[in-house]
């Protein structure tokens, strides 16, 4: 669709842009990365992948959603990809949109604010070599946003903690519990 | 990053001259513009076109300069500030991230590129686009 004034646009919510590279090699699109964590804060996104479709015309035509962009995790999210992809052909083709884009999303409330400074805060305070104050402030930030998975799990990497590991299942399991909350379409399992 | 250097993070990061106040930074009111990319005019508080009315301008003055805190809640943005390790967040105005919701318009937002060069979110504009946030966590 690349012909069809049509471009993906990646963001990495991470901090180390080396970190970053390996995904973009062979990507013809372009691959950025939100380190200030500003786009997060701005668009309320809470866990990743998210994708919000926007227009020619800056408008945000279908919000926040999980979209993966594989099958590797169905079984474990329920949600599958290619239903998305078709989606986004006939919105590319015909300018149709699904039913669910008018959904409106919630704005970060607060205490997701607070914890996104927080993060901000921490990430700059583990540059500086300020380790006491970036280690209060992530977990301050992760106190403030407990299922937010950009400022838990992202926190795990900058604090020594595996986030593939046993404090991410622990994290899952808190925001299943908690009703799955996310700032976006909800999905049903597929 | 030494004790006598404070960064200030909000639309952009800076390292103005800060003076500490116990934990309420003061600034030079011409470092506003660099600092929030909000100028403080007769008017009020400026950036290109727009002004902003402050309502309680004395509250924004200190002997040494301007409270960054009062300013930044004078244009609805929210301060976080860690007074011993000289480093305040300030992030965007309330009323915009929620306007963004309602209207539906793409906000901008900065962000770098893998190079490390800043880049903003409208250069694409014009295109329809798939934001797409992932993470290698």
């Not at chain 1, 300018?95 to 914890?115: M, R």
């Not at chain 2, 930044?72 to 011993?84: F, I, K, Y």
Request: charged share 20%.
């Amino acid at each position: 669709m690349a012909d069809e004034n049509f471009t993906v646009i990646a963001v990495a919510l991470d901090e180390n842009l080396a970190a970053v590279a390996p995904f973009a090699e062979n990507i013809t699109y372009p691959v950025l990365v939100d380190t200030e964590h500003q786009m997060s804060e701005l668009y309320a996104i809470t866990n990743v992948p998210t994708v919000v479709w926007i227009d020619e015309d800056d408008r945000i035509v279908r919000p926040n959603a999980m979209e993966p962009g594989s099958d590797m995790f169905t079984e474990f999210t329920g949600i599958k990809c290619e239903g998305h992809m078709e989606q986004v052909r006939t919105w590319i083709r015909n300018g149709i949109l699904p039913d669910d884009a008018d959904h409106e999303v919630q704005a970060l409330d607060p205490d997701e604010v607070t914890a996104h400074l927080h993060f901000r805060l921490a990430t700059h305070a583990r540059r500086g070599g300020l380790a006491d104050a970036a280690e209060r402030h992530f977990a301050a930030a992760s106190e403030l946003a407990p299922n937010d998975f950009t400022i838990v799990r992202g926190a795990m990497p900058l604090t020594g903690v595996n986030p593939f590991g046993a404090a991410f299942f622990e994290l899952y399991g808190r925001f299943q519990e908690a009703g799955s909350p996310y700032h976006g379409i909800p999905r049903a399992r597929t | 990053m030494t004790a006598d250097t404070t960064t200030i993070l909000a639309e952009d990061v800076t390292t103005p001259a800060v003076t500490w106040d116990g934990d309420r930074p003061i600034v030079d009111p011409s470092h506003l513009g660099s600092i929030l990319g909000w100028d403080l005019k007769p008017e009020g508080l400026c950036r290109k076109d727009v002004c902003v009315p402050v309502h309680d301008r004395p509250g924004l003055n200190h002997a040494d300069g301007v409270d960054l805190c009062a300013v930044a809640d004078a244009l609805g943005q929210p301060v976080l500030v860690d007074a011993d390790a000289h480093l305040v967040a300030i992030g965007a105005a309330t009323a915009h991230r929620q306007q963004a919701m309602v209207d539906r318009l793409a906000p901008d937002a900065s962000v770098l590129d893998l190079q490390g060069n800043r880049r903003l979110l409208s250069e694409w504009s014009g295109t329809r686009r798939l934001l797409v946030a992932f993470s290698t966590w």
